[in-house]
Nanobody, 121 residues
């Protein structure tokens, strides 16, 4: 199977920076798009950023200019560099990846367990 493990969350003051990582492991043939999502308490999960297999990126308007998504294909890892953090960025952050299984060659979306980011004012 495939596992995604996030790390890097924590508590930060407004204006600070955090870097999230998400490493995929298991029966992986290839990984297409990878992305970050977040869910604040009492709200629906929100898409934050995506990076394609070729490195093209896209962001929700609220994080443009502050967050940067990147990936290391050799490590099957996606990162989210978060700068100029705001209290409204507080949420559980989840990574998602479209993984092509090494045996079946079927592509499925897999999710990490989430990592808490809390930004204090």
């Amino acid at each position: 199977q495939v596992q995604l493990v996030e790390s890097g969350g924590g508590l930060m003051q407004a204006g600070g920076s955090l870097r999230l990582s998400c490493a995929a492991s298991g029966s992986i043939f290839s990984i297409n798009a990878m992305g970050w999502y977040r869910q604040a308490t009492g709200k629906q999960r929100e898409w934050v950023a995506t990076i394609t297999g070729s490195g093209r990126t896209n962001y929700v308007d609220s994080v443009k200019g502050r967050f940067t998504i990147s990936r290391d294909n050799a490590k099957n890892t996606v990162y989210l560099q978060m700068n100029s953090l705001k209290p409204e960025d507080t949420a559980v952050y989840y990574c998602g990846a479209d993984v092509q299984h090494s045996y079946s060659r079927i592509t499925n979306r897999f999710w990490g367990q989430g990592t808490q980011v809390t930004v204090s004012s």
